[in-house]
C-alpha cells in the first residue's frame, strides 16, 4: 500500500544543485525513517541522507554530502525532499527514495533496514 514516487533528477554541470521530491502515500510520518539513498553503476546503494519522520530533527549524512545535501520533510504534503548543492561529478548515480518503520536511530543509512522504495529518479552531473 505505501507507494514512494521521486522526482526532480536531471542533468546538471558540476557545482550546480538540484532538489529532489518524494511523494508518499499510504505512509505515517511518524515513527520511522525517511531517507535518500544512491546507486551508480558497479556500486553498491548508499545511503545519503535520512530523517526520523516524528518531529523530523534527528538527520543522518553520508560523510560525502555533509554540507552540500539537506534532507528535509513535510507531513502536511507527505511529501520528503532533498536540496543538493555544489553538485559533482561523483554524485551521478540513481536517487532513491526509501522508508522504514522501527529502528529509529539505528543505522539510518543502512539500506538494507528499509523496506518500502521508489523506483528512483536518475542524476548527471557533467564536467
Known amino acids: 500500500q505505501v507507494q514512494l514516487v521521486e522526482s526532480g533528477g536531471g542533468s546538471v554541470q558540476a557545482g550546480g544543485s538540484l532538489r529532489l521530491s518524494c511523494a508518499a502515500s499510504g505512509y505515517t510520518f511518524g515513527s520511522g525513517n525517511m531517507g535518500w539513498f544512491r546507486q551508480a553503476p558497479g556500486k553498491a546503494r548508499e545511503g545519503i541522507a535520512t530523517?526520523?519522520?516524528?518531529?523530523?530533527?534527528?538527520?543522518y549524512y553520508a560523510e560525502s554530502v555533509k554540507g552540500r545535501f539537506t534532507v528535509s520533510q513535510d507531513p502536511a504534503k507527505a511529501t520528503l525532499y532533498l536540496q543538493m548543492n555544489s553538485l559533482k561529478p561523483e554524485d551521478a548515480a540513481m536517487y532513491y527514495c526509501?522508508?522504514?518503520?522501527?529502528?529509529?536511530?539505528?543505522?539510518?543509512?543502512?539500506?538494507?533496514?528499509?523496506?518500502?522504495w521508489g523506483q528512483g529518479t536518475q542524476v548527471t552531473v557533467s564536467s
Open positions: 526509501a522508508a522504514r518503520r522501527g529502528n529509529t536511530g539505528y543505522r539510518p543509512l543502512a539500506a538494507d533496514t528499509y523496506h518500502y
Open positions: 530523517i526520523y519522520n516524528s518531529g523530523g530533527r534527528s538527520k
